[in-house]
């Protein structure tokens, strides 16, 4: 009888191939010869190629999300049943168990991890299992709450340089925003004084490239959206919002196909507890439309607001359906993570994503895609 390890290379390829994602480091760990094919570029290519393909005819897409400190690739598919349009894939272990991330986001198919101790950065491809350690500077050593951001600057039509915004800009003589940059392995003072103010619980969304943000005057009410540009290493500030957000009104930033964003928003009011969703026509670190009609719009009722620091959210574009993610509506006893599913006819389906041992740490997720990019 023929063994595996006997069978031809082209064959053990295509078997190899239709492993899912997360089982690679277990064939990597298998034995040398497979450790060695599975990490050739020629094998990596028509892996991510079959697996997009999978997903493709599936209507599948997948997504990382941080549950516990923990990270997890998952895969969604909103059509089918919505009971379980959510499906684990697993999770992403090439980081070392004691390792708690407190915050995770995408750009490039490459993580940004923050340690649950904000004195720790890692950057991870995790399709490669890749890791590169980050050690930051800093001014402020009693202060933890600094805001980051992954980009890169396209310096040919192959090659890209990745980057790392790191700031905190808690008042006028409180503040530093130094930049990374990945080749020189060096950190940067960047010269920025703003006259605007990015909260510190205000999440990030990577976007060819570039990071965009909510902020508001350090002086007055208004709220805009930023936008870092990784290749001139500066902000591009001030565009307009489709709705104007109060205090404690819920806003969220999303990505769309990773070529536009989205943004959630729901007011405070008991009387106005509908949640929008509007989408961007265009996006550019100098310029950004929206479209003149809300994407979605669902009254969820009178009693329930989803967090105003920690929701996040993704849209199906073709079901015209946004999942949001958040805790069980009662805050105060539960720990269950949720999954809100909502249509244009109102609530969907609400998916238990299980038990978090941390009330306080809430479900956050980011889209994801593969890539080869090396560390």
């Not at 002086?219 to 709705?243: H, N």
């Not at 238990?352 to 090396?374: I, R």
Request: charged share 25%; glycine share 4%.
């Amino acid at each position: 009888m023929t063994k595996i390890s006997n069978l031809p290379k082209d064959l053990v390829e295509e078997v190899l191939s239709r492993v899912p994602f997360t089982s690679l480091r277990n064939i990597r760990l298998t034995c040398k010869k497979w450790n060695t094919l599975s990490k050739r570029e020629s094998f990596a290519k028509k892996h991510l190629g079959d697996q997009a393909k999978e997903a493709a005819t599936e209507r599948e897409f997948m997504m990382v999300m941080m549950m516990d400190f923990r990270v997890y690739l998952m895969r969604v598919n909103l059509h089918n049943d919505l009971e379980s349009c959510i499906k684990p894939e697993g999770e992403l272990i090439s980081l070392d168990d004691e390792d708690d991330v407190s915050q995770v986001f995408h750009c490039d198919g490459l993580l940004l991890c923050i340690m649950e101790d904000n004195t720790r950065v890692v950057v991870w491809n995790p399709y490669w299992g890749h890791t590169r350690w980050i050690v930051p500077t800093h001014n402020f050593h009693k202060l933890d709450i600094y805001t980051y951001a992954l980009g890169y600057k396209q310096r040919s039509k192959s090659s890209l340089s990745y980057k790392i915004l790191r700031f905190i800009d808690f008042s006028r003589t409180c503040f530093e925003y130094k930049i990374y940059d990945m080749n020189s392995d060096s950190w940067r003072v960047l010269d920025v004084s703003p006259d605007w103010k990015i909260d510190s619980y205000s999440r990030g969304v990577s976007l060819k490239g570039n990071t965009y943000w909510f902020a508001r005057e350090r002086q007055g009410s208004s709220t805009f959206l930023v936008c870092f540009d990784f290749t001139r290493e500066r902000f591009r500030s001030r565009f307009p919002l489709p709705i104007q957000p109060y205090t404690l009104d819920t806003v969220s930033l999303s990505s769309v196909r990773e070529e536009q964003l989205a943004v959630l928003f729901q007011r405070s009011r008991l009387s106005e507890m509908e949640m929008e969703i509007w989408i961007t026509t265009k996006i550019e670190p100098n310029a950004v439309s929206w479209n003149s009609k809300v994407f979605l719009a669902v009254d969820i009722g009178l009693t329930f607001q989803f967090q105003v620091r920690a929701a996040s959210f993704f849209i199906d574009e073709e079901k015209k359906v946004v999942v949001v993610f958040d805790k069980e509506k009662n805050y105060l006893v539960s720990t269950h993570n949720i999954a809100y599913i909502f249509g244009e006819d109102g609530p969907l389906e609400q998916v238990d994503l299980g038990l978090s041992a941390d009330k306080f740490c809430y479900p956050l997720v980011c889209s994801y895609v593969p890539s080869l990019v090396q560390l």
